[in-house]
């Protein structure tokens, strides 16, 4: 059964640095997005991606945060200068098509800002 | 604002027991739900959804949910409960075209 992957499971970066998470798509899938889940509260919506642009974002993504599909399989959230509140998990998910469409996310990367 | 609520942070439930994790939610326009399990140190797995139609919605690993359109819930339940069913479980909801919004999660412990 097809699986969105990202990479890597566990990043540790120190406070101001610019981090980088990928994540590799479901093949067909036309639909990616961002979550986040700060440690111990509900998973938040990031940002959606859609025809190489953005489609959706929260008020969380803001100027720090830009995402981008390099190639024809990842899908990646860069974080420019990172701050202690940036630590969560970031999860990556894919659908096939907008709403209602089930979306498939991946394991997750724990980043931890110190 | 379009929200999803789970009211028990944890439901403790013996093994062979029925289970109910519940869920309401408050979204405009028609509601497309979704539940979702976390196992510890994995990604979020999905487990049904509705969309439209039958009220009790068949999904994976014997769950099932019923949508409740007068009392806006989406009750997740299972008829016999396994140890392994122990995780966290997400009830979420389409907020336009392409958002979920989710709830605050409801750990579920099955004892043997």
């Known amino acids: 059964e097809p699986e969105v992957t990202q990479t890597p499971s566990h990043q540790v970066t120190q406070m101001g640095q610019e981090v980088i998470l990928r994540c590799v798509p479901i093949?067909?899938?036309?639909?990616f997005y961002w979550y986040r889940q700060i440690l111990g509260q509900k998973v938040e919506f990031l940002v959606s991606?859609?025809?190489?642009?953005?489609?959706?974002k929260s008020e969380i993504f803001d100027d720090q945060f830009s995402v981008e599909r390099p190639d024809g399989s990842n899908f990646t959230l860069k974080i420019r200068s990172t701050k202690l509140e940036d630590s969560a998990m970031y999860f990556c998910?894919?659908?096939?098509?907008?709403?209602?469409?089930?979306?498939?996310f991946g394991p997750g990367t724990r980043l931890t800002v110190l | 604002a379009q929200s999803v609520a789970q009211p028990e942070d944890q439901v403790n439930v013996a093994e062979g027991n029925p289970l109910t994790v519940k869920c309401t939610y408050s979204?405009?326009?028609?509601?497309?739900l979704f539940w979702y399990v976390q196992y510890p140190n994995r990604g979020l797995q999905f487990l049904l959804k509705?969309?439209?139609?039958?009220?009790l919605v068949k999904g994976s690993y014997g769950f099932e949910a019923e949508f409740n359109k007068s009392q806006t819930s989406f009750h997740l339940k299972k008829p016999s409960a396994l140890v392994s069913d122990s995780a966290l479980y997400f009830c979420?909801?389409?907020?336009?075209?392409?958002?979920?919004?989710f709830g605050t999660g409801t750990r579920l412990l099955v004892s043997p």
């Open positions: 998910a894919s659908s096939a098509g907008s709403s209602p469409d089930t979306q498939y």
């Open positions: 093949s067909n899938h036309l639909y």
């Open positions: 991606f859609y025809n190489n642009e953005i489609s959706e």
């Open positions: 979204v405009s326009g028609n509601p497309y």
């Open positions: 509705y969309i439209t139609g039958d009220n």
């Open positions: 979420a909801s389409y907020t336009g075209f392409q958002k979920l919004v």
